[in-house]
């Protein structure tokens, strides 16, 4: 069964430019989280859905980003316009919360590098 | 304020001795813990959990040890092996069942197995 499934791996962009970064998570699971990584913060949660609804977006930066999930399988972090502090690898996770017993566990993508210049 | 918080940023442990990873957490409500490893360029995967209801639990090589009264859990690494070498997180949640459900993360611990 294939896992989190992120793209693009690496992104390079100018100052400025919209930058979209893709998930999809694993088939089945209800709950889908997008994790900013930088050496200052550690992993920052962004915002997290459940059943393609948001549940909580408090983590998410400032009006430049934005995230929807237009469907159980797809998801998309937006990112306009982007300035270098945005540089950091950006995950996305999924997790079958409904399920009991729950573990709890998060299933991770392997991550969007982004740098901005 | 860091609810969850792993204090050392590094540790290097020679090959074949054990390895022990701390965390402490300042929120009473969380009642279940997990770590999770990660490799250079990849993303964290799932490692060990424990509820609240236990105070141990044990995968293998992994055990982890969980002391609610001074909220504190510790990751036992036994015998370490190269290939342990990654950082580990350390996270926690208060609700892993309903719908508010999120992990608060520790900043990571570098773990470094010398051959």
């Known amino acids: 069964d294939a896992g989190v499934i992120q793209s693009p791996r690496h992104e390079v962009t100018e100052m400025g430019q919209e930058v979209t970064l893709r998930c999809k998570p694993i088939s089945g699971h209800d709950y889908l989280f997008w994790y900013r990584q930088t050496m200052m913060r550690g992993l920052e949660l962004l915002i997290y859905?459940?059943?393609?609804?948001?549940?909580?977006d408090s983590g998410m930066p400032e009006d430049r980003f934005s995230a929807k999930m237009p469907n159980a399988s797809f998801s998309t972090l937006k990112i306009q316009p982007s300035e270098p502090r945005d540089s950091a690898v950006y995950f996305c996770?999924?997790?079958?919360?409904?399920?009991?017993?729950?573990?709890?566990?998060?299933?991770f993508g392997e991550g969007s590098r982004l740098t901005v210049l | 304020d860091q609810q969850v918080k792993q204090n050392s940023p590094s540790l290097s442990v020679q090959e074949g001795r054990i390895s022990i990873l701390n965390c402490d957490y300042t929120n009473s409500m969380f009642d279940y813990f997990l770590w999770y490893k990660k490799y250079p360029a990849e993303g964290p995967t799932f490692l060990i959990s424990i509820s609240s209801i236990k105070d141990k639990n044990e995968d293998g090589r992994f055990t982890v040890f969980l002391n609610k009264s001074a909220k504190h859990l510790s990751l036992h690494i036994v015998p370490s092996q190269p290939g342990d070498s990654a950082v580990y997180f350390c996270a926690a949640s208060d609700s892993p069942w309903d719908s508010n459900y999120q992990l608060i993360w520790g900043a990571g611990t570098k773990l470094i197995i010398k051959p």
């Open positions: 859905f459940n059943n393609n609804v948001p549940i909580d």
């Open positions: 996770a999924s997790s079958l919360v409904s399920e009991r017993p729950n573990t709890g566990e998060l299933f």
